[in-house]
Structures are given as structure tokens and as C-alpha cells.
């Protein structure tokens, strides 16, 4: 089909497709279930895009989370004023997917690994119109824009999450260590990507070593994986 077509990695290609409205959205984020994916960005404003947008973004998390793949999520703080985009969120949350909130959200995107995104095509429009971009030239500086917003979130209290207690009673700290060193980064490297010193780092690594009973961070890695910590 031509939407699992497009949306085929090819890092030494570029290319925009237009997305005229919220279906031909919806009908890309259904492709990327055809698509093995590592990690995936999502970004979810209350508009432009509509509740099938929303719930195929929902789908879409818990499937990749279940693959084992990494999916973070950035969305509205006050997310309860729409309860139909919070029934969403609870799922996406209840899906194991890491999920930050901020006050201010215009920008809807979803980016895949390194080489696609989908993004608006003019937000100061506010309309449903989307462009497809492939290749890494093009996703990169939303993929760098969304990190950035991401480091200045604050992760949302266990208290506040709707799907429950994270599992393994992992928190949020603990997650993203673990994700990064499944990853192959080093101390320093987890420690450039999240703020935290190398010390926590270290700290936070080896506690959840003890806790799963692992002897090596290789084997942590990989029995994370095994229980859908990561």
C-alpha cells in the first residue's frame, strides 16, 4: 500500500508528502504499525488534530511498547478539561510509555527514530494539513526540538499517573537509565542526556541491578527488556 510505501526507513533519501487533513494523519500513524521502530516521539496539543489522530496515536504506543520499543510522550498539564483526550492519555500512560506534561503545547509532531516525522505544515494556521518527512537531514531538528522540551519537563508524580504504578515500581529516573543503557551509553552518556550526575547515575543503575538480581549491565539491559521495564 502506498502508506506503508512512504513510510519505510531510507536514510539516504529526503522527500515531504503532503497530509491533507486528520485521515490522511490517522492513515500514517496505522503504517508505522508495519514498521519495525526503535523509539518514537510524541507530541499531543489539544489541536489541530482530532480524536482519530489521538486514539490511532494511543494504539499505536501501547503496540510499540509491547515490541519493546521506547515511546515518550509530551501533552498538556490541564489534559483533564477534554475527557476524551484524557481517556487517550490514560492509555497511552497505562501502556508503559514515559510521559512528561507542560503548561504550553502548540506543536503537534510525531517522530519516528531518526528518519520520519510528521509534523504540521503551517502551526500558526491551526489547521489539520500535515507534511511527511523522511530522511534525516529533515526530521533531525524537530527530533533536537523535542529533546530539548523534553529535558525541561518534569516528569508527572506517581500520583498523578493514571495507568497505575510503573512497572517493576520503576520511577521515571529509573526508566530512562535503564532505556540509555540498553541503548550501549556509558555513565557519562546518561548523564549528558538527563541532567542527573554521574554519581546518580551509577547509583540509580545499581540499585535496579539488585533489584532484578542481575550481574552485569548487559544482563540488566536485556532482562528489563524481557519484563517490559523498557
Avoid: K, N
Wanted: with cysteine.
Amino acid at each position: 500500500m502506498e502508506s506503508q510505501t512512504l513510510v519505510r526507513s531510507d536514510t539516504a533519501r529526503t522527500a515531504l508528502q503532503p497530509l491533507t487533513d486528520s485521515d490522511s494523519v490517522a492513515d500514517q500513524l496505522d503504517a508505522l504499525h508495519h514498521r519495525a521502530v526503535r523509539e518514537l516521539r510524541l507530541a499531543l496539543p489539544r489541536r489541530p488534530y482530532d480524536s482519530r489522530v489521538r486514539e490511532r496515536a494511543a494504539l499505536l504506543s501501547g503496540e510499540l511498547v509491547r515490541r519493546g520499543a521506547r515511546v515518550r510522550v509530551l501533552h498538556l498539564a490541564d489534559v483533564a478539561r477534554d475527557p476524551a483526550q484524557a481517556e487517550d492519555l490514560r492509555r497511552i500512560t497505562a501502556s508503559g510509555a514515559q510521559v512528561r506534561t507542560l503548561p504550553r503545547l502548540p506543536v503537534w509532531m510525531a517522530v519516528v527514530d531518526r528518519d520520519l516525522a510528521i509534523v504540521p505544515s503551517d502551526p500558526a494556521l491551526g489547521e489539520s494539513a500535515a507534511t511527511l518527512l523522511r530522511g534525516r537531514p529533515l526530521v533531525a531538528g524537530h527530533q533536537a526540538l523535542f529533546d530539548q522540551v523534553w529535558a525541561g519537563c518534569a516528569p508527572v508524580p506517581a500520583d498523578r499517573r493514571t495507568g497505575g504504578p510503573e512497572r517493576g515500581g520503576l520511577d521515571e529516573r529509573e526508566r530512562e537509565a535503564l532505556v540509555l543503557l540498553a541503548e550501549g551509553l556509558t555513565d557519562e552518556g546518561i548523564s549528558r542526556r538527563t541532567g542527573l550526575s554521574v554519581r546518580t547515575v551509577r547509583r540509580t543503575i545499581a540499585g535496579v541491578m539488585s533489584r532484578m538480581g542481575a550481574q552485569s549491565r548487559f544482563q540488566a539491559g536485556v532482562e528489563a527488556a524481557r519484563r517490559q521495564w523498557i
